[in-house]
Each structure stands twice: as structure tokens, then as C-alpha cells.
């Protein structure tokens, strides 16, 4: 079992994305969240685990032309490798193409979820959506299209650094998402960040009771600092 699993499940069950969010513009790490146009296909889903980055791109080659690139005339590119290689708690993290075609569907999901992988967050469109809805497993998208990758666009590599809109993903880095956002906590803040949120969350549930019994909000910031 991932030895992760004890607290990336408490994180899961208990932590709202927002206070991790939080920690991480006190540290100065100002930009970690990604677009917000990124959305669970549904809004209970919430991801934590770590990432394992996919290199996605365009590459629309015709059949009858032979390519002099190594994946130039293989389907999908090095996709299925990619899926394959999914970890215990990781996350298919994936960005590069354009938004044409679909990213992930539901073969991909039936494969990760025997994998016990953490999640999928796909910059990009995913397919199949009631098919992932009935496996109850966590993906994250622009939305809904059918359109298919095969002819369209390839995995180039995996496991290695790539960006969202200039957020840096690395392989390791500790993702959690829920409806409110997906954030990226690099692997040498995270242990930090996570002791820093789960107190701010104490003192943000006590600021909470003093507010209902009467305490007025500039009164409540002065004194606790929170809001």
C-alpha cells in the first residue's frame, strides 16, 4: 500500500483545497492553482495523490504518409505506456495539445482505476463521461467531447516535467482538487504546507463559533487573524 495513503485520505475526507491554497501565497507560491476552467465531471469528486505527467501534442499525420519521427505512425503515440506506468496514488496529469479532441475516456478510467491511481486531471476534454461516472473514479477536464485523439494527437513523453499555463508540474508534486479548484504543491513544501492548513483549520472552525455567537468580523480578524 502507498505509504501516503493515511494522510492523503485525511486530506481528502477533511481538507478543503482552499486552505492548502492559502498556505501555499503566504510562502509566496502565488500561482499553483490551475485554470479554473479545469471541473470534476462531477462535483463530488476530489483527487490527492501525486502527479506522473503526461506530454501531450498535436500530430496529425495522413495514413498514407510515412513518418520519419519514432511515433510518427504509432496510434496514440506512447499513451498506453503512459497509462500503464500509473502508480498506487498517482495522478495522470496531462497538458500540451490543443482542446480538439479528447484526452481520456472510459477504457482509460477502467485501466487506472485497476491501477488504483489517484485520479486523472486532463487539460484537455475527457469522453465518455456516464461510463467514468459509473466507476466512480475522479476526473478532472475542460468538459465533454467526443472527438477522438487517435488521428489527431500523441503522448510524447511521460514522467516528466510539463506546465499549465505556466504552473510547473514535476513528477512527485502533490496534487489536490476538489470542485473549488486543483492545486499543485511542490514535493519540498508539502510537508509544511499540509501542518500549516490542518492549523489554520482549527482556528478558522473557532473563529467560526465565535462569529455565531456575535463577534463581529473586524473584531474576529483582529483577534485571530483569520478569515
Known amino acids: ?30 500561482h499553483q492553482f ?13 483527487i490527492v495523490g501525486r502527479a506522473m505527467p503526461v506530454l501531450e501534442s498535436d500530430y496529425m499525420l495522413p495514413p498514407d504518409v510515412k513518418s520519419n519521427g519514432p511515433l510518427g505512425n504509432k496510434d496514440f503515440g506512447i499513451m498506453f505506456e503512459a497509462l500503464d506506468s500509473l502508480k498506487d496514488g498517482e495522478v495522470y496529469i496531462a497538458s500540451g495539445s490543443s482542446h480538439n479532441y479528447a484526452l ?54 511521460y514522467r516528466v516535467p510539463i506546465k499549465i499555463n505556466n504552473i510547473l508540474i514535476e513528477p512527485g508534486d502533490l496534487i489536490v482538487a476538489d470542485e ?10 508539502e510537508t509544511y504546507v499540509i501542518e500549516k492548513a490542518f492549523e489554520k483549520q482549527k482556528m478558522e472552525n473557532k473563529v467560526q463559533q465565535e462569529i455565531a455567537k456575535g463577534m463581529s468580523a473586524v473584531e474576529a480578524y483582529n483577534k485571530f487573524g483569520v478569515m
Open 1 to 30: 500500500m502507498n505509504v501516503d495513503n493515511e494522510l492523503f485520505n485525511k486530506i481528502k475526507s477533511t481538507l478543503p483545497v482552499a486552505l492548502l491554497g492559502d498556505i501555499l501565497d503566504e510562502l509566496g507560491l502565488q
Open 34 to 46: 490551475l485554470p479554473p476552467i479545469l471541473k470534476p465531471l462531477s462535483e463530488d469528486m476530489k
Open 104 to 157: 481520456w475516456g472510459g477504457l482509460m478510467t477502467t485501466r487506472a482505476k485497476k491501477l488504483n491511481a489517484a485520479g486523472a486531471i486532463i487539460y484537455g476534454y475527457s469522453r465518455d463521461k456516464r461510463e467514468i461516472l459509473d466507476l466512480d473514479f475522479p476526473v478532472f477536464s475542460l468538459g465533454s467531447y467526443a472527438q477522438d485523439q487517435k488521428i489527431r494527437g500523441k503522448v510524447l513523453d
Open 180 to 189: 473549488e479548484g486543483v492545486l499543485i504543491i511542490p514535493k519540498n513544501v
